[in-house]
């Protein structure tokens, strides 16, 4: 419910004040209708600063995530040309960084490649893929999609925003102090992290990265509380939850993932930041002494951070996943023009993910010295992780068969979301079998993973949500051709870039290595020749964004005009304007039916908005499924 | 549109061969390794040749009247300076960890037959000297054999699928290929569901899609038979898993030696004569780890400052270290020769860069004496003067790195 004060009340005209269902927002939709407060419609505000600044409209907000989520993809996109560069043509001149580095005759320094390594995780991650899945489209869609006017708490929203900014400032800031940024991997395992002389970034950059990330934990943690009681709280009459879009059930679980993960990791960074500034031995073993240094007083375990890091990170793999696995589902179902296949098995399967997600963290510490019959039970629960994501890959397959599917750039990213996915959830049994893992563990094998479940997965996820729901946000289509050639430049040099990931990663090219080719066993043709294709690959999958960044300008500025619902779609946010007022809906919308109704053979069109009902004569839903 | 299903579906088809065709192929390991020995083969094969030819020489001057001739002698100088350049490339050989022991022996045999090589030279400078003469001989053919032995016992490294290389190698890839097969399958049925999907169901006018929620039977179907499939896997590999590292599980073998990783390198210590380590009769390497073909070894792994991870990726063994922990590893080799150590857990700014040579001696007995030299040489290091190869530069004496 808007935080508002009731009385700067509607100045659009009484038309919009109407009286509808008389269905307040922040009524329980299930309790039938409740007294309305529709009557409070709030124009946006006029002030420049307080409309697109620090708004407290979640469109704005969504906007605002994206738009700095972008920002940072590029931001670590480049570093990552960066570290492919180094990969390639080891220790060569690296194109208008030379200069930098006068002192290694224009050479990147081998820690440098570090703090590269370190960052791209670390911004692709906390700065790019879980702002712009959960705070840009997870803000943006969460109320238009329940038929809520905002979120349950607009304030909170509106600092849940600007609580990013002093991590992204102090991210960027970590590359300009004494030593330079972190070097200790997105990871940040201590002694290396904690150990002032263990490596350069380890002198202050490591300071920074902690607080920057419990910036962002802070931010995160402020969505999700939003989030979930938005979802419980404002959705529009009728709207049970067994009717909301898979986008809300992915969105919905995330946050209630983050809610319970998040504060875990939030104080195994304040135990870091402790252990770094204030003399604490929380992971630091008796007598440690890094780079001849002091002995310390120790008393604490280095495997104690991992337990904590990863008990929030696995989860945080999921957080990554869920909305994109719940956008997908959407996409492909609106675009087979056919109901999602088995929707009540692709929510539990999400739940599954979810809860499962809670008890596998100790699969990314098989070699770490964990007791082995730890890993073995850490082994079971992952090995049964990849079932409700072996569902929901099915379902999408179910979903596309008999459809009437139209080939849009969203529904291509979509497809290609299913099918990068399917090859990272593949590749992901070769590491959950503890044995396999223990040759491919820190390999490139494992790069390769990650990248096909978040770049394959997850981006492609994020492409085809920004191609579905441009229009929705800036109220112009973008344009279809140059997404399609953007789709299939991505989707060749992405597959071109991390596929031989994999070959080197068998061949045990280790991950996080400055120069490979010190060592006979990757100092041949074969290992440098594919290193070699990815980084070629790498800058082509870099420059064909240029095609999307083009597309995505020109369509907002002169992109062909959208009507309300140009994909012909069910969901709420598709039966209000394009862009949708500030209010979102005229009237609270109320809901009639699941979101999937498309190719009713009782309607007259292919879809049925879920503000429709259904045709008396059509037959009553599959309640198991649907 | 058909364009879309035939991008998915070449993707995959790429995908699937560039699955089958490479993994853990050995082939692509092993040409640096055969760079190595080609370079090294040549120089056992010059030997082998060179020397039988300049035994021959040699022994030509056994049943001289006189004092060799000034071509004569001239041979011999030549021949002594082949010698002493051979024993230098030999050092440089074992240095590099090739053939191990046997190039040390052929440096030390190398060294000795340039010595009787220059004896007989002196001697026979001033008249007949049979004796130099023989010796000079039994040397440069003692030479010769022990090249020709060293030449057949060449081995390389390996290990790849087809031919893995030591216990857990074989647990191990016998488990990916396993994988690999159950994956594969799924990997082709999902692509080609998908593609035969977008082929047969792109839109066209005047079709509309088929109404349906799902089907109860098929979603049990693809829970239950994948759920099955994971269980199974999950079961089946739980064996192999236990086997390379449950220490009870573990052979009763007492440790090879003490493996401790710092910044950025491998120190290395064996128990000395009285079998106990941690006294101060051990031996202390850098960067050399010595084990011996086909017995179960077990290293105790410990870190000096931040986490790293040993990492054998021929005999698939791979396990942190970490500070203020004590961790048994076990690993065995079915192959003699040389292998190296990574370290797979990044470690600061030289992690790329921690790098160890690993021996697998043939046999205990070369493994004993490597170790006995070693000892020796860490005792009484030679005067500099003496030891122009560098032979000792292999072993560290104990300084203030190691306890």
């Known amino acids: 419910m808007s935080s508002e004060p009731h009385h700067d009340a509607p100045a659009q005209g009484p038309d919009l004040a109407g009286p509808d269902t008389g269905m307040a927002p922040g009524t329980i939709p299930t309790s039938g209708h409740a007294p309305g407060h529709d009557e409070h419609i709030h124009p946006a505000p006029r002030n420049p600063l307080f409309r697109y600044i620090f708004s407290t409209d979640h469109k704005v907000i969504g906007i605002q995530f994206l738009f700095s989520g972008l920002i940072f993809f590029v931001v670590g996109g480049l570093l990552a040309l960066a570290i492919r560069w180094q990969l390639a043509w080891p220790w060569s001149d690296l194109p208008h960084l030379s200069a930098l580095w006068d002192s290694s005759a224009g ?6 490649y570090n703090k590269l390594v370190t960052m791209h995780g670390t911004i692709m991650i906390f ?58 991997g997105w990871t940040g395992y201590p002694p290396l992290s904690t150990a002032e002389w263990s490596t350069p970034g380890s002198l202050n950059g490591q300071t920074i990265w902690l607080m920057a990330l419990l910036f962002a934990g802070i931010s995160s943690m402020m969505g999700s509380i939003n989030y979930i009681t938005t979802v419980l709280m404002l959705r529009a009459p009728g709207m049970t939850l067994f009717r909301l879009p898979m986008t809300v059930w992915g969105l919905f679980i995330t946050a209630l993932l983050q809610a319970f993960a998040l504060p875990v990791l939030t104080s195994a960074l304040v135990m870091q930041l402790l252990d770094r500034v204030a003399g604490t031995n929380f992971f630091s073993p008796t007598g440690l002494s890094v780079a001849n240094g002091p002995e310390e007083v120790g008393g604490g375990h280095p495997l104690l951070w991992q337990h904590l890091f990863w008990f929030y990170s696995h989860p945080a793999v999921y957080i990554m996943i869920l909305p994109a696995m719940g956008i997908v589902s959407d996409v492909i179902s609106t675009f087979s023009r056919k109901p999602l296949f088995g929707y009540k098995p692709m929510v539990f399967a999400i739940g599954a993910i979810a809860l499962l997600g809670f008890i596998v963290w100790g699969h ?71 044995p396999t893992d223990i040759h491919i563990h820190d390999t490139y094998f494992i790069v390769a993973h990650i990248h096909y479940v ?96 083009s597309n995505f300008v020109a369509s907002l500025v002169a992109g062909r005009k959208a009507g309300a619902n140009p994909w012909r779609a069910n969901t709420l946010e598709w039966q209000t304007g394009s862009p949708p007022p500030h209010y979102n809906f005229e009237r609270i919308p109320t809901v009639y039916h699941p979101a999937y109704e498309y190719s009713l053979p009782e309607a007259e069109s292919d879809y049925l908005p879920q503000t429709e009902p259904r045709p008396p004569r059509a037959e009553p839903l599959d309640h198991i499924m649907a | 549109m058909k364009a879309w299903s035939l991008l998915f579906g070449l993707t995959a088809v790429i995908a ?25 083969m040549a120089t056992l094969e010059e030997i082998d040749a060179r020397s039988g030819a300049l035994a021959g020489e040699v022994e030509a001057m056994r049943d001289l009247g006189g004092p060799a001739s000034a071509e004569q002698l001239e041979g011999l100088d030549s021949g002594r300076r082949w010698l002493a350049r051979q024993a230098v490339r030999l050092g440089m050989m074992a240095d590099q960890g090739f053939l191990s022991e046997r190039s040390r022996e052929l440096q030390s045999r190398a060294a000795l037959a340039s010595e009787a090589v220059a004896s ?107 759920g099955a499939i994971l269980v199974f896997l999950a079961l089946y590999q739980l064996r192999a898993w236990a086997d390379i590292k449950f220490k009870s599980s573990y052979p009763d073998v007492a440790p090879l030696a003490e493996v401790t990783a710092r910044q950025f390198q491998w120190t290395i210590r064996y128990p000395g004569p009285d079998g106990q380590i941690g006294t101060g009769d051990d031996l202390h390497t850098v960067n050399d780890l010595h084990f011996v073909k086909g017995q179960p070894t077990i290293i105790r792994l410990k870190s000096d400052d931040v986490l790293h991870s040993f990492f054998l990726p021929q005999l698939r063994i791979k396990q942190d270290a970490v500070p203020g922990m004590d961790i048994p590893v076990l690993f065995d080799a079915d192959k003699a020769g040389r292998f190296e150590l990574l370290c797979a857990e990044l470690c600061g700014w030289g992690h790329y860069k921690m790098r160890a040579q690993v021996t697998v001696h043939e046999t205990q007995d070369e493994f004993d004496e490597w170790l006995a030299r070693s000892l020796e040489e860490q005792d009484y290091p030679p005067p500099p003067a003496s030891d122009p190869d560098g032979v000792a530069a292999a072993a560290v004496p104990p300084g203030p790195g190691v306890e």
């Open chain 1, 364 to 434: 990314h510490m098989f070699q770490s010295g964990m007791n082995p019959a730890l890993g073995a039970t850490f082994m079971l629960s992952t090995m049964m992780i990849a079932l409700p994501s072996a569902i929901k890959t099915f379902n999408w397959l179910g979903t596309m068969w008999g459809g009437s599917i139209h080939f849009t750039a969203a529904m291509l990213n979509a497809v290609a979301f299913v099918a990068m996915f399917v090859i990272g959830g593949l590749s992901g049994i070769f590491m959950a079998a503890t």
């Open chain 1, 107 to 112: 050479q990147m320094p081998p820690e440098f």
């Open chain 1, 454 to 549: 978040l770049f394959g997965g997850s981006s492609f996820g994020i492409f085809a949500a920004l191609y579905y729901w441009f229009p929705k946000m800036f109220g112009r289509m973008m344009n279809e051709t140059l997404g399609k050639i953007h789709f299939a430049l991505s989707f060749v040099f992405f597959n071109g870039t991390f596929f031989p990931m994999h070959i080197v990663g068998m061949h045990a090219q280790p991950r996080r290595y400055a120069d490979y080719t010190g060592f006979e066993l990757f100092n041949n043709e074969a290992v440098i020749g594919l290193n070699q294709l990815m980084t070629v690959c790498a800058i082509g999958l870099g420059l064909s964004q240029l095609i999307l960044v």
């Open chain 2, 120 to 226: 007989a030279r002196e001697a026979l400078g001033i008249g007949p000297a049979p004796a130099a003469v023989e010796e000079a001989v039994g040397a440069l053919e003692g030479l010769r054999e022990r090249a020709e032995a060293a030449i057949a016992s060449v081995s390389e490294p390996g290990g790849s699928l087809r031919a893995p290389i030591s216990s857990a190698a074989r647990q191990i890839d016998h488990l990916y290929v396993l994988i690999l097969v159950i994956t594969g399958l799924t990997f082709v049925g999902v692509m080609g569901a998908m593609v035969v999907a977008l082929w047969r169901f792109g839109a066209k006018p005047g079709r509309k899609a088929v109404y349906s929620h799902g089907s109860l039977k098929v979603e049990i179907a693809w829970t239950v038979i994948p």
């Open chain 1, 127 to 184: 700065f790019v893929i879980i702002p712009i899945l959960l705070g840009a489209f997870g803000n943006f869609l969460i109320p238009l999609m329940i038929g809520a006017r905002d979120m349950a708490f607009p304030t909170l929203n509106m600092l849940s925003y600007w609580f990013m900014w002093p991590a992204f400032v102090l991210i960027v800031f970590s590359f300009f102090v004494p030593g330079g940024a972190s070097e200790a």
């Open chain 2, 16 to 40: 699937t061969a560039a699955f089958v065709y490479a993994p853990f192929d050995e082939d692509w390991w092993l040409p640096s390794y055969r760079a190595t020995n080609a370079e090294a």
